[in-house]
């Protein structure tokens, strides 16, 4: 899904009652077969921002659902992020806690950064789908139930000794309970469709119920149906009519007397599309083997979160990828190193337990000195771990999970789009400097999106392979380990080339000539070579946001803690603290500044979603007393929560204000929801929500 964005103007469809999308995509008007009659006049607010949980179990389309109302958000224009979380289990037990699947989509008129922190909306589409969600909601939240599976046994199943649609508990929201099951029944009682396959459709009954109640475009996901199931036109038709008796409803019902609004935001100018993290990286290797003019070959098995690259990559041959599912881990990496030999971009993708299956193959890779790429799409651990959660403690494991001095550069994207720029990034290493590179996402940013501006092909960097030719001796003779002197990188020699016939092995090699060696000093020479050469690496200076140069505390993070990280921050300034802020994309070779940076400040905070990796890394290397803020919940840390740290090392340090109490007379909560009409919170989750 793509939009034009131009300087003074989003994108088309703001909108107020004339100019509200209809199902179909058309605007309200005269009433045609299967759209809605002209809408009865209902209160509109407009909204800055509102934050959706679509739940339920893993068979009722929860991630379909929230990916449809993600894509025409994306094309309305509305900046956003997403938060996906699933079960492990294919089918987990239905009606049950464990078995609950959520969608959370924060959507806004401006800039924002996480998928937030607690629902405005949450939709349940059963029991247990409320108990799991419900003590994230702020009161005064709206929650959507579909009543029809509030039975005795539901119920119980999940330990409610009582209705609680009807004994009292809700009360601090606003509850919307509406016969979901029933009425998409009704909707579909004439599509020939089985009851059970009827039934199936409700999910669609919700999305249109959403659509409508937060203005959404409704063409795309129509088209969506029928491109999805255009082999099954019967399933594709009652899908659209369940989607459109949901918008039908509430166009009518009195359950909902008003509806929300929230405009296109501001970005600058350029052509979007919404993206996810594993999609962008996908994107990003292919871009990367066509800057360098190099054929793209991944070498993969199948691991969540992984494995959409591999489904992604096999759909573009016409771009020369070449895709091979490999019977396991160690055959995976095995082929794609045996594509860089041969003169390939070779990638290699997995998570943490099949980094370790890797990690022989890595230090050959290190000792052949070949560009490689290994994708680690981080899950929690360890061993099998939590494979849908998100963790990023595989950092250790990059630096130095190998036998003996193998090191290899690592990078790390900090946002889903980034993760394209970070496969250039880790290929332009890779390419340049002949070394296998560590490419660290994790799960929250390869099933997450936002809105992703695509760049023009100039924009994008050269890579130069620069493959041997010929010898590289007065004598006309070639030796494979000839370095440059500015990269220290080996010559590329593409097998079969005349005169450059060399060995390769995983035994040390003498300098130079590449032959087999065990001296000692050699040993040592090679060794500290290939050190130097990863210390060496051009990285970008590290940058720092401290707007007017007096905070004393400098908090650092890296790969995805970037987002819940920069809302705090705009939080405690927002409120009056001084607090500077950096972001480590390359976590080897550090940032040549980094210890600079380090010491230039009082106290140095390090949010990680592990028990302190890359604190430790600092304290080593720098010296300096860089303190751990850890979580490993398998969920993205909340801004309010790290707002609070960060206050209270403000507060040790002295030279910042108090910090002020939530609700202060100065203006709405930190994250309030604003109803711009009339000037009232609207679902606001106050403190516990982020900007």
């Given at each position: 899904?793509?939009?034009?964005?131009?300087?003074?103007?989003?994108?088309?469809?703001?909108?107020?009652?004339?100019?509200?999308?209809?199902?179909?995509?058309?605007?309200?008007?005269?009433?045609?077969?299967?759209?809605?009659?002209?809408?009865?006049?209902?209160?509109?607010r407009?909204?800055?921002?509102?934050?959706?949980?679509?739940?339920?179990?893993?068979?009722?389309?929860?991630?379909?659902?929230?990916?449809?109302?993600?894509?025409?958000?994306?094309?309305?224009?509305?900046?956003?992020?997403?938060?996906?979380?699933?079960?492990?289990?294919?089918?987990a037990?239905?009606?049950?806690?464990?078995g609950?699947?959520?969608?959370?989509?924060?959507?806004?008129?401006h800039?924002?950064?996480?998928?937030?922190?607690?629902?405005?909306?949450?939709?349940?589409?059963?029991?247990a789908?409320?108990?799991?969600?419900?003590?994230?909601?702020?009161?005064?939240a709206?929650?959507?139930?579909?009543?029809?599976?509030?039975?005795?046994?539901?119920?119980?199943?999940?330990?409610?000794?009582?209705?609680?649609?009807?004994?009292?508990?809700?009360?601090?929201?606003h509850?919307?309970?509406?016969p979901?099951?029933?009425?998409?029944?009704?909707?579909?009682?004439?599509?020939?469709?089985a009851?059970?396959?009827?039934?199936?459709?409700?999910?669609?009954?919700?999305?249109?119920?959403?659509?409508?109640?937060?203005?959404?475009?409704?063409?795309?996901?129509?088209?969506?149906?029928?491109?999805?199931?255009?082999?099954?036109?019967?399933?594709?038709?009652?899908?659209?009519?369940a989607?459109?008796?949901?918008?039908?409803f509430?166009?009518?019902?009195?359950s909902?007397?008003?509806?929300?609004?929230?405009?296109?935001?501001?970005?600058?100018?350029g052509?979007?599309?919404n993206?996810?993290?594993n999609?962008?990286?996908?994107?990003?290797?292919?871009?990367?083997?066509?800057?360098?003019?190099?054929?793209?070959?991944?070498?993969?098995?199948p691991?969540?979160?992984?494995s959409?690259?591999?489904?992604?990559?096999?759909?573009?041959?016409?771009?020369?990828?070449?895709?091979?599912q490999?019977?396991?881990?160690?055959a995976?990496?095995?082929?794609a190193?045996?594509?860089?030999?041969?003169?390939?971009?070779?990638?290699?993708?997995?998570?943490?337990?099949?980094?370790?299956?890797k990690?022989?193959?890595?230090?050959?890779?290190?000792?052949?000195?070949?560009?490689l790429?290994?994708?680690?799409?981080?899950?929690?651990?360890?061993?099998?771990?939590?494979?849908?959660?998100?963790?990023?403690?595989?950092?250790?494991?990059?630096?130095?999970?190998?036998?003996?001095?193998?090191p290899?550069?690592?990078?790390?994207?900090?946002?889903?789009?980034?993760?394209?720029?970070?496969?250039?990034?880790?290929?332009?290493?890779?390419?340049?400097?002949?070394?296998?590179?560590?490419?660290?996402?994790?799960?929250?940013?390869?099933?997450?999106?936002?809105?992703?501006?695509?760049?023009?092909?100039?924009?994008?960097?050269?890579?130069?392979?620069?493959?041997?030719?010929?010898?590289?001796?007065?004598?006309?003779?070639f030796?494979?380990?000839?370095?440059?002197?500015?990269?220290?990188?080996r010559p590329?020699?593409?097998?079969?080339?005349?005169?450059?016939e060399?060995?390769?092995?995983g035994?040390?090699?003498?300098?130079?000539?590449?032959?087999?060696?065990?001296?000692?000093?050699?040993?040592?020479?090679?060794?500290?070579?290939?050190?130097?050469?990863?210390?060496?690496?051009?990285?970008?200076?590290?940058?720092?946001?401290?707007?007017?140069?007096?905070?004393?505390?400098?908090?650092?993070?890296?790969?995805?803690?970037?987002g819940?990280?920069?809302?705090?921050?705009?939080?405690v300034r927002?409120d009056?603290?001084?607090i500077?802020?950096?972001?480590?994309?390359?976590l080897?070779?550090?940032?040549?500044?980094?210890?600079?940076?380090?010491?230039?400040?009082?106290?140095?905070?390090?949010?990680?979603?592990n028990?302190?990796?890359?604190?430790?890394?600092?304290?080593?290397?720098?010296?300096?007393?860089?303190?751990?803020?850890?979580?490993?919940?398998?969920?993205?840390?909340?801004?309010?929560?790290?707002?609070?740290?960060?206050?209270?090392?403000?507060?040790?340090?002295?030279?910042?204000?108090?910090?002020?109490?939530?609700?202060?007379?100065?203006?709405?909560?930190?994250?309030a929801?604003?109803?711009?009409?009339t000037?009232?919170?609207?679902?606001?989750?106050?403190?516990e929500?982020?900007?």
């Open positions: 899904m793509t939009s034009q964005v131009d300087q003074s103007e989003a994108v088309d469809g703001s909108g107020g009652d004339e100019g509200r999308p209809g199902p179909g995509g058309g605007r309200s008007g005269p009433a045609v077969p299967g759209s809605p009659q002209p809408r009865r006049a209902k209160p509109i407009r909204l800055d921002r509102v934050i959706i949980r679509f739940a339920g179990d893993s068979g009722d389309g929860m991630q379909l659902t929230g990916d449809r109302f993600t894509s025409e958000t994306a094309s309305f224009g509305n900046d956003l992020s997403t938060l996906p979380n699933f079960p492990a289990e294919i089918r037990p239905a009606g049950t806690l464990p609950v699947s959520s969608f959370q989509l924060h959507f806004a008129d800039d924002i950064l996480t998928p937030g922190d607690a629902p405005n909306v949450l939709v349940a589409m059963n029991p789908a409320l108990k799991a969600n419900l003590p994230d909601l702020p009161r005064g709206e929650i959507i139930v579909n009543t029809d599976e509030f039975t005795k046994r539901a119920l119980s199943k999940v330990g409610y000794p009582a209705d609680p649609l009807a004994d009292g508990s809700l009360e601090a929201y509850l919307h309970k509406v979901l099951t029933t009425l998409t029944l009704e909707a579909l009682k004439d599509s020939g469709l009851r059970k396959d009827a039934e199936r459709a409700k999910n669609m009954f919700a999305l249109g119920l959403l659509s409508w109640m937060y203005h959404r475009p409704t063409h795309g996901t129509e088209s969506f149906l029928r491109s999805k199931f255009a082999k099954k036109p019967q399933i594709a038709e009652a899908n659209i009519s989607f459109r008796a949901g918008w039908n509430g166009e009518t019902t009195e909902f007397a008003v509806s929300y609004e929230v405009p296109p935001a501001k970005l600058p100018a052509r979007y599309r993206i996810s993290g999609l962008a990286l996908s994107y990003g290797l292919i871009a990367a083997a066509q800057r360098a003019g190099l054929p793209l070959y991944l070498g993969s098995y691991i969540t979160p992984a959409d690259i591999l489904h992604e990559l096999s759909r573009h041959k016409n771009f020369g990828v070449r895709t091979f490999a019977e396991d881990e160690i995976g990496i095995g082929a190193l045996g594509a860089a030999f041969g003169g390939a971009l070779g990638v290699t993708t997995t998570s943490g337990p099949g980094v370790a299956l990690s022989e193959t890595i230090g050959l890779a290190v000792s052949l000195e070949l560009p790429l290994v994708v680690d799409i981080q899950r929690g651990g360890p061993s099998t771990g939590l494979p849908t959660k998100t963790e990023q403690a595989d950092l250790l494991q990059a630096m130095f999970g190998r036998n003996g001095e193998a290899v550069p690592i990078v790390a994207p900090a946002t889903p789009a980034e993760c394209f720029d970070a496969a250039l990034e880790a290929a332009r290493i890779a390419v340049t400097y002949r070394t296998p590179v560590f490419l660290l996402s994790d799960g929250y940013l390869a099933n997450g999106s936002e809105p992703w501006r695509i760049p023009e092909v100039e924009e994008l960097p050269e890579i130069t392979p620069d493959f041997a030719t010929g010898p590289n001796r007065e004598d006309g003779s030796w494979p380990y000839l370095r440059d002197p500015q990269t220290l990188a590329w020699a593409v097998p079969g080339t005349p005169g450059l060399h060995r390769i092995g035994i040390e090699k003498q300098d130079g000539t590449g032959n087999i060696s065990y001296d000692p000093a050699n040993h040592d020479f090679m060794v500290r070579t290939r050190q130097a050469k990863v210390d060496g690496i051009a990285v970008r200076p590290l940058e720092v946001d401290d707007p007017d140069g007096g905070a004393r505390v400098l908090v650092l993070g890296w790969g995805s803690t970037y819940p990280i920069t809302a705090a921050v705009r939080r927002a009056g603290g001084r500077a802020q950096a972001h480590l994309r390359n080897n070779p550090f940032p040549a500044n980094l210890g600079t940076v380090l010491r230039s400040y009082e106290k140095v905070i390090v949010p990680e979603m028990l302190g990796q890359l604190a430790l890394l600092l304290r080593a290397k720098y010296l300096v007393d860089a303190q751990s803020y850890n979580q490993v919940r398998g969920l993205p840390f909340k801004a309010a929560q790290l707002a609070d740290v960060l206050w209270a090392a403000i507060g040790s340090e002295g030279g910042s204000p108090a910090r002020p109490p939530a609700g202060s007379p100065e203006g709405p909560p930190a994250g929801s604003v109803d711009t009409t000037g009232a919170t609207a679902g606001s989750p106050s403190e929500d982020n900007r």
